[in-house]
């Protein structure tokens, strides 16, 4: 399941993505201008506070550069907890109603 919702994530950010094993990776290299040296990356949105927040400030930036009528109640209670598996799961659950 986490990765399939990294995959989401990784998507809705704008990374190609492709999946080995037991994990999703992204290519860096085509996306964001970073250096061509960090190649395929796995995913860590559900394990990285550094991984999440940048999505979910993405969600809220989107939302604003829209002026779009999003729900976002859930995203600003979980990131007011702090925990991050209720962050991870509000970002999830708010991509997966967006790609809807």
Known sequence: MIMKENKIIAEFMGYETYE?????????????????????????????W???????????KSRDEQNAD????????????TNIEWVYKAVVEFINQYNK
Do not use: M, Q, R
């Open 50 to 60: 550094d991984w999440l927040i940048s999505v979910a400030n993405e969600i809220i």
């Open 70 to 81: 999003w729900d976002l109640t859930d995203l600003k209670y979980a990131l007011c907890t």
């Open 20 to 48: 080995g094993v037991d994990k999703v990776c992204i290519n860096l290299t085509e996306n964001n201008g970073f250096s061509s040296d960090w190649g395929h990356v796995p995913t860590k949105y559900h394990t990285s």
